[in-house]
């Protein structure tokens, strides 16, 4: 969603132990689903959890006003799943909406997931931090403090 904070978050430089609304997002991970919870952590990803007689992984978001951005990670997931040989299906759960997308990745995902993991080694070697994006979206970001105070 931003290059600025991606360059930030990988140079160390982390805001979410201030933000109240990452706090909230967390509560929401812990007591959403808590009986199928059951989360897969490889390479830096961490999945929420995972049906396995359904072969479905999970995201469980706060809201839809990144909806983008949320459909990517989990396409991101199903593609790094797929490296491993692993293939399932995706879904995002919105309890607070009682609402769930289901996702599969296809061949033109692929591509796009290529372009962006180019495009984000060509941030990351940046020596210094992209210009902030100044979007509505910004003031829900921890680290909005850090780019606008």
Avoid at 6 to 15: A, R, V
Avoid at 46 to 61: G, M, Q, T
Wanted: proline share 2%; hydrophobic share 35%; net charge positive.
């Amino acid at each position: 969603m931003c290059k600025r904070k991606l360059w930030l978050f990988s140079h160390n430089i982390t805001m979410e132990h201030n933000s109240e609304l990452v706090e909230l997002g967390n509560l929401l991970h812990q007591e959403s689903y808590a009986k199928k919870r059951k989360e897969i952590e490889f390479d830096g990803i961490k999945i929420d959890f995972f049906e396995k007689n359904k072969a479905l992984i999970h995201e469980v978001k706060k809201s839809k006003a990144i909806e983008k951005s949320h459909v990517w990670q989990i396409k991101y997931y199903l593609y790094r799943l797929k490296e491993l040989g692993v293939e399932v299906e995706g879904e995002i759960d919105y309890p607070l909406q009682r609402k769930k997308e289901k996702f599969s990745l296809t061949d033109k995902d692929e591509k796009v997931i290529l372009n962006i993991i180019a495009e984000i080694k060509l941030i990351l070697k940046e020596p210094f931090a992209p210009q902030k994006i100044d979007q509505k979206i910004c003031k829900k970001c921890s680290y909005y403090e850090f780019c606008y105070a």
